[in-house]
């Protein structure tokens, strides 16, 4: 099986950078995806790392770490409308396009 | 072009009934999973359908059942509606195999009375 674990609520002040862990195990792995949903709407995907290291796009930034079956979000310069619920969720090395997905992470962003 | 589309996307049923929800993927895309999201479970996995055919299926009892039509489009069926199963429901769609992106609709909220 395969289990993901994030901190449910992240806050921090606008302009900051904030970090977003997930630690997961799996039976087997394909890679690690992030994924953000604002109150309502769909879960939108963000970033997707496969290898090891650090994926950048924009202000937002991925690592992962296979050895230590570990990930990472990195938001920096935080904008108000970064407040959103944050996943991350692995792929598994079956054939196929299914996720498991963490519980997610409750970002605020405060003024 | 254009996203993943649901129809409907409120709904509201009486325990017992069933339910139909429809998926279009994006264009292109052969690969049409579902997923349940609830406040106490979370996001989890429903099944894939792959060129018609059910790829993947997570733990859900029979009562959830979907297909997947010659153009991709894809239904689930919810039958014996219970309380339990209020949740919002979302599609999402890939063009082939493992490693592509996934694309989420907006998905259908489903109450149950």
């Known amino acids: 099986g395969q289990s993901l674990e994030q901190p449910s609520e992240v806050t921090a002040v606008e302009g900051a950078i904030v970090q977003i862990n997930c630690t997961y195990q799996t039976s087997g792995f394909y890679g690690l995806s992030w994924y953000q949903q604002h109150d309502g709407g769909a879960p939108t995907f963000l970033s997707y790392?496969?290898?090891?290291g650090l994926e950048e796009t924009g202000r937002f930034s991925s690592f992962l770490s296979r050895s230590d079956s570990y990930g990472y979000l990195l938001l920096q310069e935080l904008q108000m409308k970064d407040s959103a619920s944050y996943f991350c969720?692995?792929?598994?090395?079956?054939?196929?396009?299914?996720?498991?997905f963490g519980g997610g992470t409750r970002l605020m962003v405060k003024p | 072009k254009a996203g993943v589309t649901q129809t409907p996307r409120y709904l509201i049923k009486t325990r017992g009934q069933q339910v139909t929800l429809s998926c279009s993927p994006i264009s292109g895309h052969r690969s049409v999973s579902w997923y349940q999201q609830t406040p106490g479970q979370g996001l989890q996995f429903l099944f894939e359908?792959?060129?018609?055919?059910?790829?993947n299926k997570g733990n859900f009892p029979g009562r959830f059942s979907g297909r997947q039509f010659s153009n991709s489009r894809s239904e689930m069926n919810v039958s014996t509606l219970e309380l339990g199963d209020s949740a919002l429901y979302l599609c999402a769609s890939s063009s082939t195999g493992a490693g592509n992106t996934i694309y989420f609709g907006e998905g259908s909220w489903l109450t149950v009375v």
């Open positions: 790392n496969a290898l090891d």
């Open positions: 359908y792959f060129s018609e055919t059910q790829r």
């Open positions: 969720a692995v792929e598994g090395d079956n054939a196929g396009n299914m996720l498991t």
